[in-house]
């Protein structure tokens, strides 16, 4: 065998053996995950989803409130980050020899790195400490909101703006030569333009936060209630899976498994979703 | 000035990062007219174009200075004193590279200028000044059964053509064209060339191409460029015949090489 021969077996060798490394884990998990969760779910799978969590020891109860926390405060942290990654993004792309979105670019990358809880105590010192807070004087759900909103801009402003940077100058020019205004410009010709490429950057954005937990616990605290106020504690799935993972109850174990393969199937689903947007990511002509 | 000068453009100097560009430009462009401007590539043909509709000041770098007059509603106005918006709408531009909207149907990219700058209201109204200048164009028979496909799918030719009517819906009354048929097919090139020449009878065509062959199927007029300076302008037939200047012959001729200085 020739020594480039041996090269490239070599290298497809070493290419399968990190696929390996990669795709073993993510199955393991995923078992793990059905076969201890799967079968408490099927064994309650309504109520699971609907109900809220009961005290160790009462037996049965869901992750309704959990998953209703978490879609308030992914709801809400998607309703500040997108338009402002958006924003953010579009700015960066179309004004990128600017020093605003020079300074922007840094800060997204910088941010991006951020460890997540750091945000988290960043936006509870600002937001809702009692000493400094600006907003509220204890944990609340709006916190968590923002700093998942916080970790979402980044990402979602650099995808957005990869997005724009592939539409050719030549399109840009096409839509100022016919009298566009800026944002006719970029709202009505090249935002259409790259539909897949922003809805992919969100679905990037959302999987990311959708797993979080550490920002939330910190901004937000532990809550085993049904969402009240934006202005209190409310509960969420990563948190719950947290807090019933180190628990000591069977019970509560098997459902943080049960809630493990909801939030994975979820983000799975929203990485897949993500997938088939890039893929029809409009390729030019 | 003369009632038949539908561009002025008075001592224009553009320069970008302190490199000077246009070295002072002064020529009028004559109305209902196909002026062609010839020369070198790198001379300034395609800045000079766009300081006229002031596709310039896209480049955040450059600076523009002198005075650029258009006529429009048969007044000289300046270009510069005026809304940008409506600047382009009235001073239309043909790209070097077809430009259509790829991702908007041919419909679509025939609406969007009429419908966001208020032209045209109403689905209706918008479709019949669609159909009106794509068969001004004459693109109309070959893409009226397609309407709604994406503007991508037509080929290179249709694809300039479509920016042409797409051009003519804002009701423009100066056309620039930067060597619109660059790369295109003998076919569609001449389809082109024939347009620009009939399009003179309602617009004034200010025209750039690199080929002195085309210029002297369409021109009138014609502007010779080289170096940021305007050598030499006339009607077509006595700059063709009997250049002024020695540049413009040695040029004319095929004997200046792109981008040497004088
Ligand atoms: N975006 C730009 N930035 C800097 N210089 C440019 C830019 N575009 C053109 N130039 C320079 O301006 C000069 C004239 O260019 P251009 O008007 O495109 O020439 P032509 O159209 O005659 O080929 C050239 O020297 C070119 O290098
Ligand atoms: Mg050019």
Same mark, same amino acid.
């Given at each position: 065998?020739?020594?480039?021969k041996?090269?490239?077996?070599?290298?497809?060798?070493?290419?399968?053996?990190?696929?390996?490394?990669l795709?073993?884990?993510?199955a393991?998990?995923?078992?793990?995950?059905?076969v201890?969760?799967?079968?408490?779910?099927?064994?309650?799978?309504?109520?699971f989803?609907?109900?809220?969590?009961?005290?160790?020891?009462?037996?049965?109860?869901?992750?309704?409130?959990?998953?209703?926390?978490?879609?308030?405060?992914l709801?809400?942290?998607?309703?500040?980050?997108?338009p402002?990654?958006?924003?953010?993004?579009?700015?960066?792309?179309?004004r990128?020899?600017?020093?605003?979105?020079?300074?922007?670019?840094?800060?997204?990358?910088?941010?991006?790195e951020?460890?997540?809880?750091?945000?988290g105590?960043?936006t509870?010192?600002?937001?809702?400490?009692?000493?400094?807070?600006?907003?509220?004087?204890?944990?609340?759900?709006?916190?968590?909101?923002?700093?998942?909103?916080m970790?979402?801009i980044?990402?979602?402003?650099r995808?957005?703006?990869?997005?724009?940077?592939?539409?050719?100058?030549?399109?840009?020019?096409?839509?100022?030569?016919?009298g566009?205004?800026?944002?006719?410009?970029?709202?009505?010709?090249?935002?259409?333009?790259?539909?897949?490429?922003?809805?992919?950057a969100?679905?990037i954005g959302?999987?990311?936060?959708?797993?979080?937990?550490a920002?939330?616990?910190?901004?937000?605290?532990?809550?085993?209630?049904?969402?009240s106020?934006w202005?209190?504690p409310?509960?969420?799935?990563?948190?719950?899976?947290?807090?019933?993972?180190?628990?000591?109850?069977?019970?509560w174990?098997?459902?943080?498994?049960?809630?493990s393969l909801?939030?994975?199937?979820?983000?799975?689903?929203?990485?897949?979703?993500?997938?088939?947007?890039?893929?029809?990511?409009?390729?030019?002509? | 000035?003369?009632?038949?000068v539908?561009?002025?453009?008075?001592?224009?100097?553009?320069?970008?990062?302190?490199?000077?560009?246009?070295?002072?430009i002064?020529?009028?462009?004559?109305?209902?007219?196909v002026?062609?401007?010839?020369?070198?590539?790198?001379?300034?043909?395609?800045?000079?174009?766009r300081?006229?509709?002031?596709?310039?000041?896209?480049?955040?770098?450059a600076?523009?200075?002198?005075?650029?007059?258009?006529?429009?509603?048969n007044?000289?106005?300046?270009?510069?004193?005026?809304?940008?918006s409506?600047?382009?709408?009235?001073?239309?531009?043909?790209f070097?590279?077809?430009n259509?909207?790829?991702?908007?149907?041919?419909?679509?990219?025939?609406?969007i200028?009429?419908m966001?700058?208020?032209?045209?209201k109403?689905k209706?109204?918008l479709?019949?000044? @669609?159909e009106?200048?794509?068969? *001004?164009?004459? #693109?109309w $028979? &070959?893409?009226?059964?397609? %309407?709604?496909?994406?503007?991508? !799918?037509?080929?290179?030719?249709?694809?300039?053509?479509?920016?042409?009517?797409? @051009?003519?819906?804002?009701?423009? *009354?100066?056309? #620039?064209? $930067? &060597?619109?048929?660059?790369? %295109?097919?003998?076919?569609?090139? !001449?389809?082109?060339?024939?347009?620009?020449?009939?399009?003179?009878?309602?617009?004034?065509?200010i025209?750039?191409?690199?080929?002195?062959?085309?210029?002297?199927?369409?021109?009138?007029?014609?502007?010779?460029?080289?170096n940021?300076?305007?050598?030499?302008?006339?009607?077509?037939?006595?700059?063709?015949?009997?250049?002024?200047?020695?540049?413009?012959?040695?040029?004319?001729?095929?004997?200046?090489?792109d981008?040497?200085?004088a």
């Amino acid at each position: 065998m020739s020594l480039k021969k041996l090269r490239d077996a070599l290298y497809t060798g070493l290419a399968y053996l990190s696929l390996l490394l990669l795709a073993v884990p993510l199955a393991w998990i995923l078992f793990e995950c059905i076969v201890r969760g799967g079968a408490y779910i099927l064994s309650r799978p309504v109520e699971f989803f609907t109900d809220i969590g009961r005290p160790p020891g009462v037996g049965g109860g869901g992750i309704g409130h959990a998953i209703q926390g978490s879609l308030y405060m992914l709801g809400l942290a998607l309703l500040i980050g997108v338009p402002v990654g958006m924003l953010a993004g579009i700015y960066m792309a179309e004004r990128r020899d600017s020093p605003i979105a020079k300074a922007a670019r840094f800060v997204s990358d910088i941010l991006v790195e951020f460890p997540t809880i750091l945000v988290g105590i960043v936006t509870y010192a600002f937001l809702v400490s009692k000493v400094t807070g600006l907003l509220a004087t204890g944990p609340a759900a709006f916190a968590a909101s923002f700093a998942l909103a916080m970790i979402m801009i980044p990402i979602v402003a650099r995808s957005v703006e990869t997005a724009f940077l592939t539409i050719p100058n030549e399109v840009r020019e096409g839509a100022y030569a016919l009298g566009l205004l800026d944002r006719q410009t970029v709202f009505r010709v090249l935002l259409p333009a790259v539909r897949a490429g922003v809805m992919t950057a969100v679905l990037i954005g959302l999987a990311k936060i959708a797993g979080e937990s550490a920002p939330i616990i910190v901004t937000n605290g532990i809550s085993n209630f049904w969402f009240s106020k934006w202005t209190e504690p409310a509960p969420s799935i990563p948190v719950l899976i947290y807090v019933y993972g180190l628990s000591p109850f069977k019970e509560w174990q098997a459902q943080a498994w049960a809630a493990s393969l909801i939030l994975l199937l979820l983000i799975m689903g929203v990485g897949f979703l993500a997938r088939r947007f890039t893929k029809k990511m409009w390729t030019g002509a | 000035m003369s009632d038949n000068v539908a561009v002025s453009v008075r001592d224009l100097h553009v320069s970008i990062d302190k490199k000077d560009i246009l070295k002072g430009i002064s020529i009028d462009f004559p109305k209902n007219a196909v002026t062609a401007i010839i020369g070198p590539s790198g001379s300034g043909k395609t800045m000079l174009l766009r300081s006229i509709n002031r596709l310039i000041e896209l480049l955040p770098r450059a600076r523009v200075s002198g005075k650029v007059l258009v006529r429009i509603k048969n007044e000289l106005q300046d270009a510069y004193a005026l809304d940008p918006s409506y600047l382009r709408r009235k001073v239309g531009y043909v790209f070097q590279k077809p430009n259509p909207f790829p991702h908007l149907s041919i419909l679509k990219n025939m609406t969007i200028g009429p419908m966001l700058n208020g032209i045209a209201k109403g689905k209706e109204n918008l479709e019949r000044l @669609a159909e009106e200048k794509l068969k *001004e164009a004459g #693109l109309w $028979d &070959e893409v009226k059964d397609r %309407l709604h496909e994406a503007a991508w !799918k037509l080929s290179g030719g249709q694809q300039q053509r479509l920016c042409i009517a797409r @051009a003519l819906a804002l009701q423009p *009354e100066i056309i #620039l064209f $930067d &060597e619109p048929t660059t790369g %295109l097919d003998l076919y569609n090139t !001449k389809r082109i060339e024939e347009l620009m020449v009939r399009l003179k009878e309602k617009y004034t065509i200010i025209a750039v191409t690199h080929s002195v062959d085309q210029a002297g199927r369409i021109a009138d007029f014609i502007a010779f460029i080289y170096n940021g300076k305007l050598i030499e302008f006339g009607s077509a037939a006595s700059v063709l015949k009997s250049p002024a200047n020695e540049l413009t012959e040695l040029f004319i001729t095929g004997r200046v090489l792109d981008g040497v200085t004088a």
